[in-house]
C-alpha cells in the first residue's frame, strides 16, 4: 500500500527523530468491543531519508495489517513523532480507498491529538456510517475549540470575534479606533485569535508584535508560491515607489502631467543630447535604464486612450464596465430623496431642478425621460454626508456628497448630465449645495473635470469600503468560519464550498495588518481616511441584505433590470449593453445550474435540507454568530427546501468568484492613473467669491493637480492596487476542479461538473466576441478598453481577467 506524497516544508529536519504512525479505521464497528474496527499501526519512519523541500513531493509506502472482516476504510489516524510539522497531501490505499488530506500535521509535542483523515466519500449526516460517527463529532469539536486562550500559528481552531484588533491605542490617541461589530458600529464577525487586550483599553485587541503574523488556523495559510508571489510583489512595490520618485526633487505635488507620465515605462520625456558620448552621459542612461526597468507599466485604462480621463462617454462607461459597476441605478424620483434622518441631518433637499437637465434629454421632459428609463443615478449623497465634518476636517482630505445624473443615448451609452455637490449646511448665507452641467467654455470645463473627480473619488471609496471589502470580504468570513466549525469534511455541501474558501481567511487576516487598520492603506489613501471602515459598517446596517447579493435580486434592487420570463436569465435589462451585467448573467446561470444539479443529487425533498443537523446548524451559526447583528432582520431566505439550499450556496460561489473577480483584479488596470479614479480629493472645487478662485482661474491644470493625491500618495497607492490585481501562479479558476476523486463512482456529479466546466469555457469565448461587436460602444470602440474582468481564466500577474474559485487577494 501506498501513503503518496507527504508534501514537506523546509521546517521539516532531515535529521530529526521519530516516526509517523498511521491507523485505519473502519466503516465498521466491532460488535464485542462497539468500537470502530482499527487496523494495526503502521510505522513511517524516514528519518534517514532525504525529504523534499519547498513545492517538492515524497511519496512512501507502508503497510497496514487488518483482519480479513475488517471492512472498507473510512478513515485513518495519523501521530506525527517528529520534532516539527509536515504537510500531509495525500494517502492512497491501493484499488480501495483514496484520503485526500491538504493540511499540516503537528508534532505530537505540539498537539497531542490524533489527525483524522476520511476518506473522499461525501455522507450526509444521517447518512455516516456507525464506524465513523464518534471521529465526525470529535473533528468538528477539535475545529471549534473552547473559546478561550491564545491561538498559536499551530492551531486549527475557527471562532468568532468582533474587530477590536484595528487600532492600537497603547501608541496613542491618534491611534484608537472604535470596535467594528456591535450596535454602534455593526459589522461581520471575523476569526478569533484570543490575543490579550492593550494595556489602555481592555475591550482592544492587541496588535501582533512585529515578527508575527495574525492568526489564522493553520491550514488556511498560503502556499510557498503564492507567499513567494506576494513577497516579490511587495519588494517590487518598495522600489517602484522609490526610484521613480528621484525624479522628482523639489516638491511632493504633481506640477504637470509630465510628471505624472514620468512614472510609467516609455512615457519619460528625453530631455538630453542623444549625441553625446561623454562618461557621465553613459551614466546617466544607465540610471535612466535603471529607472525605467523600475517605473509601473501603463495601466489598461490608458493603453488605447492617454487622454481618456477628460471623457465624459469614459467617466460614464465605468459605471457599466468599471471596476465598480454595482452602484448605478435607474433614477426612480426626480428630484433625488435622502433616506437620511431629517431630526439629525435636516431635510435634506436636493438641488437638482428640471432646468438643470432637460436641456440634455432629447426634447423629453424629465418625468417622460424616467417613464422611457433613460435617466439613471449615481448617489453617493447619504453614504457620505454623515461623515463629511469629519472628513473635511482631516488635514488633506475634502470630500462632498455627491449625485450624479446620467441619459441613457440612442447608442446604449451613459452621458453625465448633471452632478450634485452636497456639505453639511453650516452658514444659513452660504448654500451647501452646488450642481455643475456639462461645461461650455474653459473656466467651466475645469469646474466640470473637478466634479467628475469627486465623484470618482466618492466612487473609488463605496468601491472598496462597501462593494469590495464588506460586500465580499468581510461578509464571506463568517460563512466560512461556520463552514469549517459545523460541516464535517465529509459533507458533501462542505466538499462542495471548500474551493471557494481557499486563502480568505488569511487574505482577510493580512488586511487587518496593514489595509483596514488605523494608518494602514485604506486610511492613507481614501478620503475618507480614518472613518473609512465606519462608512463600511453604516453600509452593513443600512444596504447590505444577503437576500440581494445575488446578481439577479442587485439588478432588479437597483433598477437596472425587471423580471421578464421571456428573456434569457428571466430578467431585461433597462441598458442592454451592461457588461458586467450581461457577461455577469452567463456565470451566475451556469452557477445555479451546477449547484441545483449538485444539490438535488444529494437533497431529494424539503425533508432531506431540515433533517440535516449540519446543514441546519452552519446556516444558523453563520446568521446568529457571524452576522450577529442583523441576526433579527426578517429578510434572511429560510433554509428548507432544496430550492432555498439552491439559492443560498449560489449565492455564495457567486460572491467568492465572480462577483470578487470583478471587483478586485480591474483596481490598477482602471485605477492605475490616477486622474481617471483618485482615491482622495484634497482640496472642494472653489467659488467665484473663495479666496482660491483666482488662483484656479490663473492656473487650472495646477488646482486639478493639486486637489489629487500628491506624488508620494499617488505612487503608494499605485504599488498596492498593482499588487492586489495581480493572479498568483497557484491560482484555481472557476470551472476547474483538482478534487473529482472525491466522487469516484458518482457518476451524476462529475457529469455535473464537467458540464459547468465546458459552459464556463463556452462563456468564454461569448465574452470574447462581444469584447470585438462594434455595435456593443461599452466594450468595443476607438480608444475603449473591452471588458475582460469576468473572463474567467488568467495567466499569472497583472492581466485583467480571471475569475478564481474564491477570494485570493
Known amino acids: 500500500m501506498e501513503m503518496m506524497p507527504p508534501l ?74 517528529y520534532q516539527k510539522e509536515f504537510f500531509l ?36 449526516p444521517q447518512e455516516t456510517p456507525v464506524g465513523l460517527k464518534e471521529l465526525r463529532e470529535e473533528e468538528l469539536r477539535e475545529l471549534r475549540g473552547d473559546g478561550k486562550g491564545l491561538k498559536i500559528p499551530f492551531d486549527r481552531v475557527y471562532d468568532y470575534d468582533v474587530y477590536n484588533d ?47 503574523e495574525i492568526y489564522v488556523p493553520r491550514d488556511e495559510a498560503l502556499e510557498k508560491s503564492k507567499r513567494d508571489a506576494f513577497n516579490l510583489g511587495k519588494l517590487k ?62 495601466p489598461h485604462i490608458i493603453s488605447r486612450d492617454t487622454s481618456c480621463w477628460l471623457r465624459d462617454d469614459e467617466f460614464s462607461r465605468q459605471a457599466l464596465a468599471g471596476i465598480n459597476p454595482l452602484s448605478i441605478e435607474k433614477l426612480k424620483v426626480f428630484p433625488p430623496i435622502s433616506k437620511l434622518d431629517p431630526s439629525i441631518y435636516g431635510a435634506q433637499e436636493s438641488a437638482l431642478r428640471e432646468e438643470h437637465i432637460e436641456g440634455h434629454l432629447n426634447g423629453m421632459s424629465v418625468q417622460k425621460a424616467m417613464e422611457k428609463n433613460k435617466l439613471f443615478i449615481l448617489d453617493y449623497h447619504d453614504m457620505y454626508l454623515p461623515f463629511l ?6 488635514e488633506d482630505r475634502k470630500a462632498y456628497a455627491t449625485r450624479t445624473i446620467f441619459f441613457l443615448t440612442s447608442l446604449g451609452t451613459l452621458k453625465p448630465i448633471a452632478i450634485e455637490l452636497s456639505l453639511p449646511p453650516m452658514d444659513p448665507n452660504s448654500p451647501s449645495k452646488q450642481v455643475l452641467v456639462p461645461p461650455v467654455d474653459a473656466t467651466t470645463n475645469w469646474l466640470w473635470q473637478l466634479g467628475k473627480a469627486h465623484v470618482c473619488s466618492n466612487d473609488s471609496g463605496v468601491h472598496q469600503l462597501v462593494h469590495h471589502w464588506l460586500g465580499t470580504h468581510a461578509c464571506m468570513e463568517p460563512f466560512i468560519i461556520a463552514a469549517h466549525r459545523q460541516l464535517s469534511v465529509m459533507h458533501p455541501i ?8 481557499r486563502y480568505t481567511l488569511k487574505i482577510n487576516a493580512m488586511a487587518r495588518e496593514t489595509l483596514i487598520n488605523a494608518g494602514g492603506i485604506i486610511e492613507t489613501n481614501f478620503t475618507p481616511g480614518k472613518y473609512c471602515m465606519q462608512i463600511s459598517c453604516a453600509a452593513y446596517r443600512d444596504w447590505w441584505r444577503f437576500d440581494l447579493q445575488s446578481l439577479p435580486a442587485d439588478l432588479i434592487r437597483r433598477g437596472v433590470a425587471i423580471p421578464d420570463r421571456t428573456q434569457p436569465h428571466g430578467l431585461r435589462l433597462l441598458i442592454e449593453d451592461y457588461p458586467y451585467a450581461t457577461d455577469g448573467l452567463l456565470i451566475w446561470s451556469a452557477i445555479q445550474t451546477m449547484v441545483r444539479s449538485y444539490v438535488n443529487y444529494y437533497y431529494q425533498d424539503a ?34 427546501t432544496p430550492d432555498d439550499l439552491t439559492s443560498i450556496l449560489t449565492t455564495i460561489i457567486w460572491l467568492a468568484s465572480a462577483q470578487h473577480a470583478a471587483l478586485n483584479f480591474g483596481q490598477y488596470p482602471y485605477g492605475g492613473y490616477v486622474p481617471t479614479r483618485p482615491p482622495l480629493m484634497r482640496r472642494l472645487i472653489p467659488k467665484e467669491n473663495d479666496p482660491e478662485y483666482a488662483s484656479f482661474v490663473k492656473d487650472p491644470e495646477g488646482f486639478f493637480l493639486s486637489s489629487l493625491p500628491s506624488w508620494s500618495e499617488t505612487t503608494k497607492y499605485m504599488a498596492v492596487i498593482d499588487i492586489i490585481s495581480s493572479h498568483s501562479p497557484d491560482e484555481e479558476y472557476l470551472g476547474v476542479r483538482t478534487d473529482l476523486s472525491t466522487w469516484l463512482g458518482e457518476a451524476e456529479i462529475i457529469e455535473a461538473f464537467y458540464r459547468f466546466s465546458m459552459e464556463i469555457r463556452k462563456i468564454e469565448k461569448e465574452i470574447e466576441k462581444r469584447n470585438s461587436d462594434i455595435n456593443l460602444r461599452n466594450r468595443c470602440g476607438a480608444g475603449i478598453t473591452p471588458y475582460e474582468l469576468l473572463i474567467p481564466s488568467s495567466g499569472p500577474g497583472v492581466t485583467c481577467r480571471g475569475v478564481p474559485n474564491s477570494i485570493t487577494v
Open 89 to 124: 497531501e495525500s494517502i492512497n490505499i491501493e484499488g480501495v480507498v483514496q484520503f485526500v488530506c491538504n493540511s499540516w500535521v503537528q508534532a505530537e509535542k505540539v498537539n497531542a491529538n490524533k489527525r483524522i483523515f476520511f476518506s473522499n466519500k461525501a455522507y450526509l
Open 237 to 298: 512595490g518598495i522600489l517602484r515607489n522609490i526610484i521613480p520618485s528621484l525624479t522628482v526633487t523639489d516638491s511632493d505635488h504633481l506640477k504637470d502631467f509630465s510628471d505624472l507620465n514620468s512614472i510609467y515605462k516609455g512615457r519619460s520625456q528625453d530631455g538630453g543630447d542623444q549625441k553625446k558620448r561623454s562618461f557621465q552621459n553613459i551614466l546617466s542612461r544607465l540610471q535612466d535604464s535603471v529607472e525605467e526597468f523600475f517605473k509601473f507599466d501603463p
Open 166 to 212: 484595528l487600532g492600537d491605542p497603547d501608541k496613542g490617541i491618534e491611534h484608537v479606533r472604535p470596535t467594528l461589530g456591535g450596535k454602534n458600529n455593526p459589522h461581520p464577525r471575523r476569526c478569533r485569535t484570543g490575543r490579550p487586550p492593550t494595556s489602555i483599553d481592555i475591550n482592544a485587541e492587541s496588535r501582533p508584535h512585529a515578527s508575527t
Open 607 to 640: 425533508s432531506a435540507v431540515c433533517s440535516d443537523t449540519e446543514l441546519q446548524v452552519w446556516y444558523n451559526e453563520s446568521i446568529n454568530v457571524g452576522h450577529a447583528d442583523l441576526r433579527h432582520a426578517s429578510w434572511w431566505p429560510n433554509l428548507s
Open 494 to 501: 462542505f466538499k462542495l464550498l471548500d474551493p471557494h474558501m
Open 8 to 81: 514537506f516544508d523546509a521546517l521539516v529536519n532531515p535529521s530529526q527523530k521519530g516516526a509517523v504512525v498511521l491507523q485505519l479505521v473502519s466503516t465498521e464497528i466491532d460488535p464485542r468491543r462497539m468500537e470502530p474496527k482499527m487496523s494495526k499501526e503502521a510505522i513511517l519512519d524516514w528519518s534517514n531519508k532525504k525529504l523534499a523541500t519547498g513545492d517538492e513531493r515524497s511519496t512512501y509506502k507502508v503497510e497496514f495489517m487488518v483482519d480479513s472482516d475488517f471492512g472498507v476504510p473510512g478513515a485513518i489516524t495519523v501521530v506525527n513523532k
Open 389 to 394: 465634518n469629519q472628513i473635511n476636517n482631516l
